[in-house]
């Protein structure tokens, strides 16, 4: 590895604005050898960032593409990489600035549109913050349309589109897998493998990953959903759970993935009928007045959304107005209630003070309301909380 310790100064400046050009009269990027690297208008090229690339100050890897420019003519260059986060640069004669990009070409990936100003050989540089791994860079006068998702999101394109090749689930299935080294990655170098769920309209299910192998990732997409889920330890023990309603009939794409790069091993899919919350049995009970203490442990079991929790049981008359406070210093708290007149939980994050959870509600009916107390994470969180209820 080389340290280029000219580009140290431009470097830091560079880093600082990340989607605008930094004037720079003569940049010390044309002095980087491209080794044979040259890249052509209309071609797309490969190329690997390494430990024996040249290292700015920074800790930024540095590999420089040459290209020759005319004067007037525009062209957009982009840079991508499933392995890392790419920096794109570009310099050269007549240029005032030295260009940079991070993340305007789509997901973690970078472009840059370059007017040369004169004829003459230019320089591209590929870069990253250390991180090694192959990269694509490609130029074109016609660049295509940048995709919508954000640095850090997942290509919802790429996750619809791998191939289930047979594996398929429903209810109440549990099937066997394995990641292998050269399944597809899907995000960060996390690699996965799709299953098809098929499912009606209104169904609500729960899918569950668990892998002894490595640290589960799931994903969850397909028609009517306005957004992918993702569930990293909704299960606990390192394992995934996602719990939906189906919002129409079809097909859905179920992703088994690890959660760092490089992961791989056997793994079990299961899908499930989610419990319903109001027939949580009742462990503890509470009234109007009283505050009551409780422990948050890992070993509780999922009752909504994943989350894992405790059940009080409250004795309502219609038409009651209450508060119910949740409180805790050990964790970020999460409230629900259900019971009868309600088609959906009522529930709340920090309507409380800081990370706490308060819901102000009138009972539609008399009966038993089960109050389900857990935290916002799904990953385990635990400890000591208080649950009050006061009379509005």
Known sequence: MFRFGLVAAPMMLL???PTVAVAQANSVLMLLPTEGRELRVGEEFTGALSTSDFLSMEDMLLEAWEIEGRAGQTVTVDLQSDLFDPRLYATGPGFAETLYDDDSGGGCNARLAITFLENGSFRVVASSFGETGTYMIRVSEQPALVPTYGCGE??????ASLPTAG???????????????????????????????????????????????FDAYLYLTGP?????????????????RIEVTL????????????????????YLLRVEEPADPNALPI????????????????????LLEGRRGQV???????????RIELESDDFDTYLYVVGPGLPEPW????????TNSQLSVTFPESGTYRILTSAYSSSGDSGTYTLSIVSR
């Open 167 to 213: 594996r398929t689930l429903e209810l109440g299935s549990v099937e066997a897998g394995v990641l292998a080294s050269g399944a597809q990655v899907v995000q960060d170098g996390r690699v996965g493998q799709a299953w098809q769920l098929v499912g009606n309209a209104g169904d609500r299910v729960a899918v569950v990953l668990e892998s002894d192998d």
């Open 283 to 302: 462990a503890r009970s509470i009234g109007v007045g009283e505050t009551s203490a409780g422990e948050l442990l890992f070993a509780d079991p999922p």
């Open 247 to 266: 919002p129409q009939s079809g097909a859905y794409t179920v992703v088994a993935s690890a959660l760092g790069a490089g992961s791989f091993g056997a």
């Open 15 to 17: 880093a600082t604005l």
């Open 224 to 240: 009517g959903l306005g957004e992918i889920l993702e569930d990293d330890d909704g299960a606990g023990d390192l394992n995934s």
């Open 154 to 159: 997942v290509n919802p394109e790429l996750l």
């Open 347 to 354: 529930s709340d994050d920090d309507g409380g003070d800081g």
């Open 312 to 322: 009080w049981g409250f004795e309502a008359v219609g038409g009651q107005r209450v």
